[in-house]
């Protein structure tokens, strides 16, 4: 686990007795007007860090097309404005900035510390890392002097004394300054001091000394990730739910609606350039159709959002367990259940999803609207392979009192 950079700036925003809603209408609508200088080496670095990785379509499309920064929704499950008392605000570029009453948080760039402030093995040379220093403190400089601010510090983590101060999110900015001076003495004013002293000195840069004029070269033939998935594939190999239950999924979605008293459901599944929509009545008929698409991730988010807005959006299933006394008796069944978990969504029943052990046994969580389909599945598997360990299914009351629905051995 690496020790990463983690910039923090001062503001002068007013949070004081101000709503989410005008905080962050103010607040994206500064940071839309900002005409980012280096906007193309910025590009081209958030291209550049998809290509090192698995290539996410979604990602690199938004790298592409977003023009406008956003801000994290409410969410009463997740996160409200008045508990977590922070904005969190999503760039252009995959840039992501959180602000507080007190700071400014930048998530980006993504570097180890020390490479930050010393070349070691990361860049070629000192030339290098200053010009990349260059670039990423004039998009500090336009961020900061947006909201008022004059200076950035630059903290790191894990196993480092500038530990933990970017955490104090009810600690003002000019606080932190102090006590970090306490701890570590008066900040340096070069990265060249810091590079001597990475444990035992800190540095506020007040970025009044980038130069301008220089920039990052991007050269003309880089090869950039596609937003396209791969179409590589025969229909003829997904012909049969058998074929399809053995495709690990790179996303579904299972939901139901009640139509005249009947449980209908929808199941949609995408892997690469593979979509699957499946629909009809739960545990009984059903349609599916299947498509070879470049662009299927956003054809499966496209269909998602659809069902969603004509009512596929209600959690009809009940919650089961499925209890094994012990690591083996789970171990036991765990060939049986490895079929039933990807052949049950293909039911339209619902899905087995999650798990708890320790000393009391193994507990699966099963979804489903019908617990006796479910279970005559299950059974059906289990003839193939002649489980003898024991099994049980229950479900529980708000008061965790237990009803055996199906016990064997």
């Not at 012990?326 to 036991?332: N, P, R």
Request: proline residues 3%; glycine residues 4%; aromatic residues 16%.
């Amino acid at each position: 686990m690496g020790t990463y950079l983690i910039t923090i700036s001062n503001h002068n925003i007013k949070f004081a007795n101000r709503s989410y809603k005008e905080l962050t209408n103010e607040i994206t609508n500064t940071l839309n007007n900002i005409q980012f200088a280096n906007a193309k080496y910025l590009k081209h670095q958030a291209l550049i860090g998809e290509s090192c990785s698995k290539v996410n379509v979604r990602k690199v499309k938004e790298i592409l097309t977003k023009d406008a920064w956003t801000y994290q929704e409410e969410n009463p499950e997740f996160f409200t404005f008045s508990e977590d008392n922070y904005i969190n605000l999503y760039g252009p570029f995959s840039l992501k900035i959180t602000i507080t009453p007190y700071y400014i948080y930048f998530d980006n760039p993504t570097i180890l510390y020390w490479h930050w402030i010393n070349h070691n093995d990361f860049f070629e040379n000192d030339e290098e890392i200053i010009a990349f220093r260059n670039e990423w403190r004039k998009y500090f400089y336009q961020v900061v002097k947006a909201f008022g601010g004059n200076r950035v510090i630059y903290l790191a983590d894990n196993s480092h004394p500038l530990d933990g101060y970017a955490d104090r999110d009810d600690t003002p900015f000019e606080e932190i300054e102090r006590e970090i001076i306490e701890k570590l003495g008066e900040p340096v004013k070069t990265f060249h001091e810091l590079a001597d002293n990475p444990r035992s000195k800190f540095m506020i840069d007040y970025l009044d000394n980038i130069d301008w004029d220089s920039n990052i070269q991007i050269e003309e033939n880089v090869t950039y990730p596609s937003f396209k998935s791969d179409t590589n594939f025969e229909l003829s190999d997904y012909a049969t739910i058998e074929q399809l239950r053995q495709v690990k999924w790179d996303f579904e979605f299972y939901k139901c609606k009640t139509i005249e008293g009947i449980v209908h459901f929808v199941h949609l599944t995408q892997y690469k350039g593979i979509y699957v929509e499946q629909k009809g009545i739960v545990c009984g008929e059903h349609t599916i159709q299947l498509h070879i698409d470049e662009y299927a991730p956003f054809k499966f988010d496209e269909q998602e959002k659809y069902f969603a807005s004509i009512g596929y959006n209600e959690d009809l299933t009940d919650f089961y367990c499925i209890i094994f006394a012990s690591l083996d008796d789970y171990h036991s069944w765990k060939k049986v259940l490895d079929i039933f978990e990807s052949s049950l969504p293909w039911t339209g029943n619902g899905n087995l999803s999650g798990e708890i052990s320790g000393e009391e046994g193994v507990k699966l969580f099963l979804w489903v609207v019908d617990v006796n389909q479910a279970i005559e599945l299950l059974l059906s598997i289990e003839v193939n392979n002649r489980v003898k360990a024991p099994i049980e299914i229950a479900i529980f009351d708000e008061e965790k009192n237990k009803t055996i629905i199906f016990q064997r051995g």
